[in-house]
């Protein structure tokens, strides 16, 4: 046992055993959703149709109210909180038992709902089970867990004992479930692709390695499912998606962890135009869906996510904040001297680092920053009509990147060049090879296509009012805790950090 298991408790364990009940039964009990009950009951003044009726609840106690002949005790389950009253003339065989069972136990309860002298909602206890017992205590009922690395540690507590947490999550699963149904109402097909990848290709971003033993070869937890996706293009489904788990060995902040998830869907005949209506449409359903209205408050500020949202020239946004073009390599070389930029070698990846620490964390937004370069961007189209750019956009709200979208580049040679350019370029975060079956993939002719990205966590951020990307994450990247080392440390937020992808996030 850990050093939270408390003797009592573990006494209390060996004395219903001793009495024959199990403190762990192998079969529940079957309840009505607590939500259910309180709005059957209505209220003492308007008593509602299932007041005087036998009903059955389960779920966890907490804390204990024992006035000798009258007990009463919360009880709440995944929709809400009741009271439980136990009663000494109604449970005289249980009554002596009583003692045996603490806050944080998990109970089953049958009996009448009524309501006390003061009007609360209560279920008078004819039949009490204990269905688990705890031998750590909750936290104190007030306050919950206080300590935020606590908090993400024990998400198991977190989520009963701290108000409005588990909110976010059934809001998260929303936001799932509107992509989805808007996405399947387009004509869209749910995919899966590998996890496993040979070559580490979509992003630029430092993969996790790991070893095939059976084959023999490394291979690389996926940083993006681009590249799979489009082969589908070509492949003939023509209008696919896929909500993947996605993995980055990077650091942590308040936007990022190593492990996320994203949404990438691609549609053939379709341009990035397209993909801005349906980015507008993903996050305007669902802000609706969650919270009934699109107007939303992060960060202090309050946003409007009714589309269409504003659109702006990356190249414009450039030159207006720092007062040269783009690529003016000489003056962005001096720029990030004054900003005290990490020069890489690589004079594209530095103007973006500019662009970054001077231009995003002003994008309030929501935004589309649009026709970004073609030295960063080596997946999308060039524009016709100024072959230094591309057809991409990336959107923004209070500063922070929540999708990134372009049309797609589908002529094989092109492809390769780039992808060459890349791997002879001195960022480390470039794939290492060239992807030449993706190439050859090109080659059968992948037609016409936009493709989108959005960053599932940091849109639910958005949605929930959360600062950092670990509050709407159920199990964030924590360092394990032995003897006396210290919690995982959060880094600063810095745009020349962000990092923005050449790819989907």
Known sequence: MTDLAEPD??????????????PYPAHGVTGTPITQLLQGAGSAAAPGPLIG???TIAGRMLNVRDFGKLMFAPVIDRTGRIQ???QRDKLTDWWPDRKLLDGGDLIGVSGELGFTQKG?????????KLLSKAVASPPEKWHGLVDKELRYRRRYVDLWSSEGVADVFIKRSKVLTTIRRYLEDEGYLEVETPTLHPIAGGAAARPFVTHHNALGMDLFLRIAPELYLKRLIVGGLERVFEVSRNFRNEGLSARHNPEFTMLELYEAQADYRRMMEISEQLIERSAV????TTRVTFRGKEYDLKAPFSKKPYTELFRTKNGFDFDDTSRVKQRAL????????DPWKLMNDVFEATVEDELEGPMMVVD????????????PDDKRLTERFEVFIAGMELGNAFSELNDPVEQARRFEEQVASKDPEAPGVVDWDYVQALEYGMPPAGGLGIGVDRLVMVLTGQDSIRDVLLFPAMKPQHGDTPPAEIEPESPVAENTRTSRT
Do not use: C, M
Request: hydrophobic share 40%.
């Open 84 to 86: 439980i009253g136990f």
């Open 120 to 128: 609360e909602a209560t279920v008078w206890a004819a039949e009490v």
């Open 338 to 345: 004054e900003l005290k930029i990490h020069d890489t070698g």
């Open 9 to 22: 408790r573990l006494t209390k364990i060996a004395t219903l055993r001793s009495r024959g009940i199990d």
């Open 289 to 292: 869906a969650v919270n009934g």
């Open 372 to 383: 970004y370069p073609v030295q960063i961007s080596p997946l999308a189209k060039q524009k």
């Open 53 to 55: 009726t036998t009903v």
